[in-house]
């Protein structure tokens, strides 16, 4: 069932705006401690490159971070100040990268909605509906397209 | 100064076999890429259990080699404040345990919180319960876990500045296993799939069992 939802989901997501600058596949996971992570794809279809610099989800606080794993197998987070994203090309959010850190966001459970705005340097705002996911699902969404 | 253990040895050869695995991938794809027995990245030659102890979400003394001995056993370093590769590990985990009950019933999952500030017992007991009440918590002093990450072999935790409230950690990014026999023969870096967890599980499970 859930995975007709999340097929459901992706479908919507799919469609987008008519922004050249596109955000799909967005899913927020069901946090396991006191923070939730957004994971996407964006895409600039346009032929000017662009920056995010800001992501606004309705009722909480965001940053965006960077995990980054060194030859050593050590993980560390840090946090990152915009997305540079370039003409024709798109930028994959994914666990153990780049993400969005939704602070204190325990209370949100598979099946909530997040209105998120991602706001450029360049291209006009893009608004859309975030569906939080088991962590689950997300893995075997993102494991079944590979 | 704290002398080399053969742990130690065994983890500097172990960093050499990850920089040539490339498990800096931020993709879940196949960071492992091993022809061997195992799916997960072998070691050069098999590594004792080391010993530490911590202590655990019940507030008692847990000797990390006694407590998990004949057992298979998964060990993790993590912190609950992290929504990102931290549960993503215990997920994969726990999704292939639940789905072998004779596996799962003689495998300790250990998870080491490397951020006493935050992660009291209560903390950890809270987050590990969202994917199993028999998972272990560890928690102990800056020095004890300094101790057990030196037995393990593995860089200290780097803690920010924790007059931020929202204070990152860095940390090894490693899931350690070790055989019924006692015996670590693979490392399981970020990425791992659900099939080579289940894969290796198999197999670690029916050695010395």
């Keep these: ?146 | 100064m704290k002398s080399w253990s053969s742990a130690n040895l065994v983890m500097g050869i172990l960093m050499l076999v990850l920089m040539t695995a490339g498990c800096t991938s931020a993709e879940l794809g196949d960071p492992l890429g091993s022809e061997g027995v195992f799916q997960g990245v072998e070691l050069p030659e098999p590594s004792p259990k080391p010993s530490f102890v911590l202590t655990d979400t019940a507030g008692d003394p847990y000797d990390f080699a006694a407590a998990t001995d004949g057992k298979l056993t998964l060990l993790y370093f993590g912190y609950t404040f992290c929504p990102d590769i931290c549960p993503v590990h215990l997920a994969q985990i726990t999704s292939v345990l639940d789905r072998n009950p004779p596996l799962r019933e003689n495998t300790e999952v250990v998870f080491v919180s490397v951020d006493p500030e935050r992660d009291s017992p209560e903390v950890i007991r809270e987050y590990l319960n969202g994917f199993s009440e028999d998972y272990v918590g560890l928690t102990g002093s800056t020095e004890e876990l300094r101790t057990a990450e030196e037995a393990l072999g593995v860089p200290p935790a780097i803690i920010g500045d924790t007059s931020d409230p929202d204070y990152l950690v860095g940390h090894t990014a490693q899931v350690f296993a070790w055989a019924p026999d006692g015996l670590g023969y693979t490392i399981y870096p970020f990425g791992t799939r659900q099939s080579q967890w289940a894969h290796d599980l198999e197999i670690l499970a029916g050695m010395g069992s």
């Design chain 1, 1 to 146: 069932m859930k995975w007709c939802a999340a097929g459901l989901v992706l479908l919507v997501a799919a469609c987008g705006s008519g922004n050249s600058l596109n955000v799909t596949s967005a899913y927020a996971t069901e946090p396991s401690g006191p923070n939730a992570a957004v994971y996407l794809d964006i895409t600039n279809k346009g032929g000017t490159p662009d920056r995010l610099v800001d992501v606004a989800i309705d009722g909480f606080t965001t940053m965006l971070h960077e995990t980054s794993i060194s030859a050593d197998g050590q993980a560390t987070m840090s946090q990152v100040m915009g997305i540079d994203i370039s003409e024709k090309s798109s930028v994959a959010l994914r666990p153990g990268g780049i993400h969005i850190m939704i602070m204190d966001a325990a209370g949100l459970v598979d099946g909530d909605e997040l209105s998120a705005t991602f706001t450029f340097e360049k291209h006009p705002p893009v608004t859309e509906m975030i569906p939080v996911v088991t962590l689950d699902a997300y893995l075997e969404l993102i494991e079944s397209q590979q």
